[in-house]
């Protein structure tokens, strides 16, 4: 077997020059690094133990990134795909191995959760995302001292995130179907607790949701509605079984027969879209006789003319990622509210007569 001695025979160089040139340090020349890459190609060597580098180093090279629900779920939820992109473009993390790590929003017991290898120091930092505060897992990362930060929640002591102002932007996304004239609002919302519960839920509900973000949202579009007038009688709200297409089109499709609403208000644009295709079914033209508006400006609601609110998701995962490592470094840990924004497209327009 092929050690870093010998190419650092075969090179004429010492063992940490072999070194530095795998591990891309300014210590050796970017001549002598390709002619020393060139010998240990030769060679067959390809490159430094990872074992061993993470013993003398005490660091693993690895992320956690620790998402609600199911990995299948997570893949198709386009939000959650564009926060993983922010992450990964940080550019410290260009080398690092990202793990998912879904996260049963029923656990009690961190230690026998999917994502327990965290907790084992496999990682040297988590990313959380969207995990209600009192998950277990959140109190064992911090009660451990594992470097971490969280994307939107949770949101508790001593421990720094990312998110935006859910309450505006719900008050935001709500005042401009109020403006429109609209009076019968419908509502498609991810899940509100730790387990999916699909189907109608009372305005009552939503202080008692435990996705904080949603909490946060929703209450921000009641605070409109009501501001407005609007009885809860005329706001109908439909939980999603989870974000995904499926999901959203079963979701919209209660909504629309259960409840006829002249305005669809969905907290993710995959929900928006099924909401579009289920009208359209129905012969409901948009937005002529029902408007629609989503979250997120996922590339979808572009390509659909999608009206939705803005939120710098990609910036989002970059900055959870930056902070994240300044953690692992030592430094001061801090908190990031980034901005949303109305973008109005074609799927919105005044309430039918």
């Known amino acids: 077997m092929v050690t870093m001695k010998d190419v650092a025979k075969a090179a004429g160089v010492s063992q940490a020059a072999v070194s530095y040139a795998f591990s891309g340090s300014p210590k050796v020349s970017a001549g002598q690094r390709d002619q020393i890459l060139a010998v240990a190609a030769d060679l067959g060597y390809h490159g430094p133990s990872i074992a061993g580098a993470s013993l003398r180093s005490g660091r693993m090279g690895t992320v956690g990134v620790i998402i609600p629900g199911s990995l299948a779920l997570a893949v198709e939820d386009p939000s959650t795909a564009l926060l993983l992109k922010g992450i990964v473009e940080a550019g410290e993390l260009a080398d690092v191995a990202l793990t998912l790590l879904p996260a049963d929003g029923t656990a009690t017991d961190p230690a026998r959760s999917p994502h327990s290898g965290a907790l084992r120091g496999l990682v040297d930092g988590v990313v959380m995302h969207c995990l209600p505060d009192a998950h277990p897992v959140v109190a064992a990362i ?98 999603s079984a989870g974000i995904d297409r499926q999901s959203g089109l079963v979701a919209a499709e209660q909504l629309v027969a259960g409840f006829g609403p002249t305005a669809v208000l969905a907290t993710s644009d995959v929900h928006a879209a099924a909401a579009l295709r289920v009208l359209a079914d129905n012969g409901i033209p948009v937005p002529h006789h029902a408007s629609v508006i989503g979250f997120d400006d996922a590339p979808i609601a572009d390509l659909l003319g999608l009206t939705t609110i803005r939120q710098p998701l990609v910036d989002k995962g970059r900055t959870a990622a930056t902070i994240l490592l300044d953690l692992i470094a030592g430094r001061p840990r801090r908190r990031s509210v980034k901005p949303t924004e109305l973008i109005v497209r074609t799927t919105t327009g005044p309430a039918p007569r």
């Open 142 to 239: 911090l009660a451990r001292g594992i470097p971490a930060v969280a994307i939107d929640s949770p949101q508790v002591p001593h421990l720094p995130y990312v998110t935006v102002d859910h309450h505006a932007a719900g008050m935001v996304q709500a005042n401009h179907l109020l403006a429109q004239g609209h009076r019968r609002i419908g509502i498609i919302t991810d899940r509100l607790g730790p387990g999916p519960r699909p189907g109608f839920h009372l305005p009552a509900a939503i202080p008692a949701a435990t996705e904080r973000y949603l909490r946060e949202r929703l209450t921000g579009v009641l605070s409109a509605c009501r501001a407005a007038a609007i009885p809860d009688a005329d706001i109908a709200i439909v939980e």
